[in-house]
T-cell receptor, first 110, second 119 residues
């Protein structure tokens, strides 16, 4: 499976932007970059995904490096409800499975 | 948005009994469903992939005779933990994909999870 690397944790202040980085240097040309988040005692929740171009939706933005070896999930204004574990996952065409790494734990200070 | 319902949310059982967990896609047809387990403070571990009408594909190290998966319809998959033991206590999560497009370009919808405690 293609591997991603994320910091273990990050802290943010409420109502400030948050940039969550992800490295995926072994990404192949057809791998999609997916982000999910998991709140305590819940199943994961889809956040955003993309292939090459930057993506925006109501939850977040995804900035993908030109060489695709890294990406950044951007939460424009963090709220307390955004405190969660965020997973950056490469989805490969060969198997289309989501294999979760350790993720990054985001804490939001009021 | 699409909803995946997982039931029960919590179950406590005695060692040696079997437990069935249901996963339903409420407003879409799920051609593919995935089952994960998660131990405290750890990430999700994929157990198996099931496609409607065919046998599940299990990940390495997952006992198929212990974790029975049935995906008999496009809206329902079940995971049965047979002869449960305390080490099977975990958080089990299902997810579903509609399969109407390119799989890598589709998002997964997750159930809310089932906390299994085996006494």
């Amino acid at each position: 499976d293609a591997k991603t690397t994320q910091p273990n944790s990050m802290e943010s202040n409420e109502e400030e932007p948050v940039h969550l980085p992800c490295n995926h240097s072994t990404i192949s040309g057809t791998d999609y970059i997916h982000w999910y988040r998991q709140l305590p005692s819940q199943g994961p929740e889809y956040v955003i995904h993309g292939l090459t171009s930057n993506v925006n939706n109501r939850m977040a933005s995804l900035a993908i490096a030109e060489d695709r070896k890294s990406s950044t999930l951007i939460l424009h204004r963090a709220t307390l409800r955004d405190a969660a574990v965020y997973y950056c996952i490469l989805v490969r065409l060969a198997n289309s499975k989501l294999t979760f790494g350790k993720g990054i734990t985001l804490s939001v200070r009021p | 948005g699409a909803v995946v319902s997982q039931h029960p949310s919590r179950v406590i059982c005695k060692s040696g009994t079997s437990v069935k967990i249901e996963c339903r896609s409420l407003d879409f047809q799920a051609t593919t469903m995935f089952w994960y387990r998660q131990f405290p403070k750890q990430s999700l571990m994929l157990m198996a992939t099931s496609n409607e009408g065919s046998k599940a594909t299990y990940e390495q190290g997952v006992e198929k005779d212990k974790f029975l998966i049935n995906h008999a319809s496009l809206t329902l998959s079940t995971l049965t933990v047979t002869s449960a033991h305390p080490e099977d206590s975990s958080f089990y999560i299902c997810s579903a994909r509609s399969g109407t497009g390119i799989p890598t370009n589709e998002k997964l919808f997750f159930g809310s999870g089932t906390q299994l405690s085996v006494l």
